[in-house]
């Protein structure tokens, strides 16, 4: 396939962001993930920070749906932004709306946000996971942070809670399957750089 838009979610721990960026990098594309937060807190009419949170908290969505529709849009995100929106808007259409805006754009890779799932079946787009065994990416959490086994362990274990959460609570996803994305890579045996070559090669430019 000659892939245009490539969706990457990650693992904690399974070096998802490196990958992301070599990438984008080999292939020449833009690489997003913050600049998904920064649309829709432009949308909403609310600080980033809270956009990153209402993604790990439920409890957050209902403050946020109070700004949405008061504020316009920031001009500076790009001509092609949408009108600003009602209150009965949802926060998770408007994470989604935004995911569509920077694919329908092109030569992207989007990291994480779920995007796999809101962008299924368009035209050019390849879906990755990047993931690993809990003790190996817990192993490599220890080693990046400098901190002990059992605290990079509950970090992996949060981490793989929240994406549990996140997946249902914004596209309906109960079980995250492989049959969600074109190729799923496990990093335990996998080296960074053999899976920035995988997903270049998958994607039909390399």
Known sequence: MNATVIAMSRALGAGGEEVGRNVAARLGFRFVDDEIVARAAAKAGVDSQAIEKVERSPSLIERILKHMGTAAVDPGFGASAAPVLNVSDSYENL???????????????????GASIPLAGMPGLLRVLITGSPQARA???AAAAGIEAPRAAKQVEDSDRQRRDFLQRFYEVRQELPTHYDLVVNTDQITLEKATDLIARAAGMA
């Open 95 to 113: 994470i989604a709306e935004v995911i569509h805006e920077i694919a329908h754009a092109g030569n992207v890779v989007i990291l994480a946000h």
């Open 139 to 141: 192993a490599r959490v």
